[in-house]
C-alpha cells in the first residue's frame, strides 16, 4: 500500500496504475491477508506504544503483519537489517526502536 501511495502520488493515473500493477505481480512479491484479528492487534499495538515508543499505524500493521507471517530479525534475510548499537531493525522505519 505504502509503494502504491508513493506511485499514485507521483506519476499520473495510468502511469500510476501500470506501475502498481506491474510491482503486485513480482514473482518473489508476498502479498498477505489482512484479517480482522490483525486489525485488532495492529490496534492494540498502536494504543500501547504510540506515545512511548513513537510508533504509528503504518508500523504496527508492518509489526502485526512480520508476526503472522513468522518472520523477525532471524529469519529476515541479512541486507534488510542493519544494527546501530546494539538493536537490529528494519531500515528506514521510524519503528527501528520498537522491541516486541
Known sequence: ME????????FPRKVARRKIDYFGNLRNMKIADFTRKMVADSLEKLVEHA??????GRDA???VTLKSLHLNKNTLPRQYLQAPGNKAH???HRSDTYKP
Open 90 to 92: 528494519i531500515r528506514g
Open 51 to 56: 506515545f512511548t515508543d513513537g510508533l504509528v
Open 3 to 10: 509503494v502504491a501511495h508513493y506511485l499514485v502520488r507521483n
Open 61 to 63: 500493521t508492518i509489526i
